[in-house]
T-cell receptor
Framework: AQSVAQPEDQVNVAEGNPLTVKCTYSVSGNPYLFWYVQYPNRGLQFLLKYITGDNLVKGSYGFEAEFNKSQTSFHLKKPSALVSDSALYFCAVGDSGTYKYIFGTGTRLKVLA | GAVVSQHPSWVICKSGTSVKIECRSLDFQATTMFWYRQFPKQSLMLMATSNEGSKATYEQGVEKDKFLINHASLTLSTLTVTSAHPEDSSFYIC??????????????FGEGSRLTVL
């Protein structure tokens, strides 16, 4: 069975510092991995995805994520955080055939000025 | 990029009434749409898969008579919460797979609809 874990409910980081939001997954076969961001009372917005290819994936708003097969991780990173990055971040895993993705419980990112 | 729109964004209703939420794909056709429910500070829970021209597929534990789904066209799916009660209060979100390159794997989400049942 597929599963995804986001071990941190909340991550606090100072503006200008690098940020990391963690995600680990468990799938059979090759995973499709995604990061989405949610602002208050809004739907999810796509940030980036890994399907195949380079392990380092670059996405929207300066975010990137590294696929690590041996550690079954797909951590989201950004070199320099902005206050406007404060939001709820979801990692998701699934396959393209059904689009029935499993979402993590979400990590709230707070960037402090 | 593909745009999915939900309406209404907010709805307040009395207990026992029914509420309809619409999900539209604005610039692409969606033969499949997904409906989720999100509780405060929790993840998205997939409720059902809406299939154009056929019956929706519900996830285990979701009452199909309570949450009626109709996918009457390639751009519109509706979720009707029937005989709503306070415990149905939640944030409901829809999504659709994007068109174009096959197997992009990407879902496009609506803005969500917050239902409050008094």
């Amino acid at each position: 069975a597929q599963s995804v874990a986001q071990p941190e409910d909340q991550v606090n980081v100072a503006e200008g510092n690098p940020l990391t939001v963690k995600c680990t997954y468990s799938v059979s076969g090759n995973p499709y991995l995604f990061w989405y961001v949610q602002y208050p009372n809004r739907g999810l917005q796509f940030l980036l995805k890994y399907i195949t290819g380079d392990n380092l994936v670059k996405g929207s708003y300066g975010f990137e994520a590294e696929f690590n097969k041996s550690q079954t991780s797909f951590h989201l990173k950004k070199p320099s955080a902005l206050v406007s990055d404060s939001a709820l971040y979801f990692c998701a895993v699934g396959d393209s055939g059904t689009y029935k993705y499993i979402f993590g419980t979400g990590t709230r990112l707070k960037v402090l000025a | 990029g593909a745009v999915v729109s939900q309406h209404p964004s907010w709805v307040i209703c009395k207990s026992g009434t029914s509420v309809k939420i619409e999900c539209r794909s604005l610039d692409f056709q969606a033969t499949t749409m997904f409906w989720y429910r999100q509780f405060p500070k929790q993840s998205l829970m997939l409720m059902a898969t809406s299939n154009e021209g056929s019956k929706a597929t519900y996830e285990q534990g979701v009452e199909k008579d309570k949450f009626l789904i109709n996918h009457a066209s390639l751009t519109l799916s509706t979720l009707t919460v029937t005989s709503a009660h306070p415990e149905d209060s939640s944030f409901y979100i829809c999504s659709a797979p994007g068109m174009g390159t096959p197997d992009t794997g990407e879902l496009f989400f609506g803005e969500g609809s917050r239902l409050t049942v008094l």
